[in-house]
């Protein structure tokens, strides 16, 4: 079965820089679209980015246009999500998804 396992969440300040992993297995990943959402306190969970097959097509929600990266490395079965110049309002639990399975999430806080 589809599992996915994130990690690399943690507290830093506004203006830093964290980065996710989410390692899968249980599908064949080197095919599979994989996606990040993050769900802040309060509110739902929203659709961060996504990458597609071998990870050279990927998007981003308006938000963290410019400052997220996602990308995949497929001798690993990870998929990665860079967080640059984050800002308070990224603060947020991040989940994987893909297949329609989900990670546990990871917590990230973002905070002086």
């Known amino acids: 079965q589809v599992q996915l396992v994130e990690s690399g969440g943690g507290l830093v300040q506004p203006g830093g820089s964290l980065r996710l992993s989410c390692a899968a297995s249980?599908?064949?990943?080197?095919?599979?679209?994989m996606s990040w959402y993050r769900q802040a306190p309060g509110k739902e969970r929203e659709w961060v980015a996504s990458?597609?097959?071998?990870?050279?097509?990927?998007s981003y929600a308006d938000s963290v246009k410019g400052r997220f990266t996602t990308s995949k490395d497929n001798a690993k079965d990870t998929v990665y999500l860079q967080m640059n110049s984050l800002k308070s309002e990224d603060t947020a639990v991040y989940y994987c998804?893909?297949?329609?399975?989900w990670g546990q999430g990871t917590q990230v806080t973002v905070s002086s």
């Open positions: 990458i597609v097959g071998a990870g050279d097509m990927t």
């Open positions: 998804k893909a297949r329609g399975s």
């Open positions: 249980g599908f064949t990943f080197s095919s599979a679209g």
